[in-house]
């Protein structure tokens, strides 16, 4: 992101630099909004910084900003963009010492007309777009619209941070090829690169990882050599390059060209958006749940709370939450052939026999030999059946009664367990008691 020269010239006063770093650490792209709108806010009113410190001072501002703001309405200015002078102007008097509570009211100051009229785009829209796209803007489309990630994510607006090759915990670049130990795959979001400042992990689909797989092996082709470190997406040979990441900027410029290309006008946030609703119609079917939902997008929430806490989510969660995300990719993806339904079959398969083996380890106490859980494991889902019911049968008294045969109960609860499968050996001469066994 650059600046225009007369604003970036407000950063050779000493004050104005510290507010501006102070606002930096935090977020650059807040800095760069901030700056530019109080430079033009000087520029509209015919202000300096330090003239608006002097009339927020002598209460003289409250009147200034009012008739500042009744001047951008009658120019139909959007409430959303006037309340962001609100703003940036508590922003700069707040950092010198001044409270300043504008009393001016703003009409529709929630509302942003262009957002609010943006339509989501459809399936065969959103492949025409992928089809309009270079081979790197097809990878950053997918990243939006299939996994939800923000443009921010992709890369920074400085260029000093950004999705990198180990981002992709389970892609293996083998030579000239790139393989994936699992369908989907995941995605590890740093920190660093989250708006929540949250770690957090999302999922790309079997559409997605073709788009990738094509540009990392394109990229390998022409000589590139990719490593845990490697930046995800490649920049721009032509120019003079300061920085290793792709630009927020540059990212959104790549996929604005392929929707405008398509004859559409939606700005890129739109394909976060896409994914989001996607997602929403997903939950409503209960293919998945709205903390699992929450924690793709990004957002904090319960889950987030656990993976932040933990570090690391029990591996049966994880696939859990992989079968979820791949039972919502039918909203999203725009490929027939994305995920089959063999893939999903396959997939909760898999899940159905890791949460057999953790229900009979824990809620039941079974103790399992390491060869019975690599038996298991290996199992088709009817075979799976069969042999739990073995297992439970074989091992009945160890789950029952804690390895005993015999049991004395109270007389009033023998028909309970006479229905649950236990033998009745005798009833105490008091009629009281009775003593059961587990048959053979």
Known sequence: MTFEPKYKEMLNDKEISRWFENLRAKSYLTATVYLRGLGYYCELTGSTPYTILETAKSGKLRNDFMDFVRKMEKEGKAGSYIARYKKVLRSWLGFNGVDFKPTANIAYESRSPRVEGERIPE?????????????????AISLLAFSGLRPETLGNAEGKDGLKISDFPEMRIEGNKVEFDKTPTMISVRYTLSKA??????????EGMTYLREYLETRISEGDVLTPDTPLFKLDPQGR?????????LATRDIRKAIVSSGFSWRPYVLRAYFATALDNAENKGLISHPWRTFFM??????EARYSTN?????????????????????????EHGIKEEDVAKITSNTMRETAIMILETAYGMKLTDKEREELVGLE?????????????????????????????????????????????????RGDKAVIKLPS
Do not use: C
């Not at 399936?123 to 990878?139: F, H, N, Q, V």
């Not at 791949?326 to 909203?331: G, P």
């Not at 009664?401 to 009033?412: V, Y």
């Open 123 to 139: 399936k065969t829209e959103l492949a025409k777009i992928l089809r309009s796209g270079s081979p790197r803007a097809r990878l």
């Open 241 to 249: 390059i300061a920085h290793s990441f792709i630009r927020t900027q």
């Open 311 to 335: 570090k690391r989510l029990p591996p049966d969660m994880i696939e859990e939450m992989r079968s979820a995300y791949v039972r919502a990719s039918k909203y999203f993806e725009t490929e």
């Open 298 to 303: 990004g957002h904090k929430g319960d889950i």
């Open 197 to 206: 400042k949250n770690s957090y992990f999302t999922f790309l689909s079997n």
């Open 381 to 429: 889902i009817n075979e799976l059946q069969e042999r739990l019911k073995e297992l439970f049968r074989d091992k009945k008294a160890e789950i029952l009664n804690n390895g005993n045969k015999h049991k004395t109960i109270s007389e009033r609860d023998l028909e309970s367990y006479l229905n649950k499968g236990w033998e009745l050996v005798q009833i105490y001469p």
